[in-house]
């Protein structure tokens, strides 16, 4: 007797062990299955997604997971299974903002079942099995299969009558993400890089090479005509020219160009990943030559300023699930006027005739970038995130 009672307290210490392993395994299958079903939404496969929260749901019925079924068989169409989903809710502790996603989306079914003269009736548990069955199935054991309900029987006394769940026009858009792939975006944020050659200024007081870099923000003004603004900074260098007689021994030139452009995206093909972007902007100029005496690359920048145009056409790729990255490859011309004013600190290096900047230029350049697009805070926002 006392070897079994020493051998139940470690039994029903692995018992507990085992009994806790298996419930963290099953939050963690919930948790991957939840993942996996936001990325197939993201994705506009709905039905996939449906299923991957179903099976969430039921491994551990956590209110996040409702409010995630809901809207993807809302997104299907199916008006009562969804309004199932969402009821359940409630049933499993939600915390505020999980609720008011969930009350938000009630709203958003009835409406739409109103729009559509649909009459909702939501069964079932929740998560699983609605309880509606539009067809009947007979008793097998049934000796008179063509009469299964035997309405004169009382010992085949009529089946309770079940209803066909209702199902309507889906939302035209995926609630989650406010907007479709597409190139539908609405801001981004990208880098540039480019390089080439031309010439600013007289002639040979700065090199013809140039390299520099952009940072860019875009905003589709329109997204049906894919139509949006750009604004952007630029930084040019020029190296050295072959004059070095000028006033202060200048040796390059560096331009901080300050702009804004228009774009339109024409987009090739049914899927339009591939896109030809041409721009069009002005920019504010201020102009940077440098010398030996200089405290650094720059410290003129303010002291000469210009106007200048960026003309430029590009050739986009995007992809993700929703086109937000994007890689460009692009061509263009930066134009500049002469200098148009200086400031009194920059007669320590001369006026703008010594500086050769007396007369504008134009360089053209090649290039390569890369720009991540947003849906969200500017502009439109989802009508729900899931959880």
């Given amino acids: 007797m006392s070897r079994l009672t020493a051998a139940a307290g470690p039994l029903a210490i692995a018992i507990a062990l085992t009994g806790t392993a298996y419930a963290q395994s099953q939050a963690e299958i919930a948790a991957k299955l939840n993942e996996e079903g936001k990325e197939l939404m993201y994705g506009n496969k709905f039905a996939e997604a449906s299923k991957k929260f179903q099976e969430a749901v039921a491994r551990v019925p956590e209110a996040k997971y ?57 069964g079932g548990g929740g998560g699983g099995d609605p309880g509606v069955d539009p067809e009947h199935h007979p008793n097998p054991a049934d000796p008179n299969p063509t009469n299964p ?12 009558a079940r209803y066909a769940p209702t199902v309507g026009r889906p939302p035209s858009q995926n609630l989650s993400l406010a907007v479709t792939a597409d190139n539908h975006y609405t801001w981004t944020l990208g880098i540039d890089l480019f390089a080439g050659g031309g010439r600013v200024g007289q002639p040979d007081f700065y090199g013809t090479a140039t390299t520099g870099f952009r940072l860019k923000s875009d905003y589709l003004i329109n997204p049906g005509a894919r139509l949006g603004a750009q604004g952007y900074l630029q930084i040019n260098h020029l190296d050295k020219g072959s004059d070095q007689m000028s006033v202060g021994g200048v040796s390059a030139l560096d331009i901080f160009d300050v702009g804004i452009a228009g774009y339109k995206h024409v987009c090739l093909g049914s899927t339009p990943r591939l896109c030809i972007t041409p721009l069009a902007g002005v920019h504010l100029s201020l102009m940077s ?11 003129q920048v303010f002291n000469y300023d210009a106007v200048g145009a960026r003309f430029e056409v590009a050739v986009t790729y995007a992809f993700g699930y929703r086109f937000e990255h994007a890689v460009s490859l692009m061509a263009g011309a930066n134009v500049y006027s002469q200098v148009l004013s200086s400031s009194d600190a920059g007669s320590s290096l001369g006026t703008p005739e010594d500086l050769g900047l007396d007369k504008g230029g134009a360089v053209a350049y090649f290039g390569l970038g890369y720009t991540y697009r947003f849906n969200t805070p500017l502009g439109s926002s989802p009508f729900v995130t899931l959880e």
């Fill in 66 to 122: 409702f409010v995630n079924l809901c809207l993807a068989r809302f997104q299907e169409g199916k008006f009562d299974e969804a309004l199932t989903a969402c009821n359940a809710v409630d049933l499993n502790n939600p915390s505020e903002a999980v609720k008011a996603k969930s009350d938000k989306l009630i709203v958003k079914i009835n409406e739409a079942a109103k729009s559509q003269n649909l009459e909702l009736h939501p």
């Fill in 149 to 160: 309900t035997h309405v004169d029987d009382p010992a085949h006394p009529p089946q309770p």
């Fill in 289 to 299: 030559p440098a010398n030996d005496t200089d405290i650094g690359t720059g410290s």
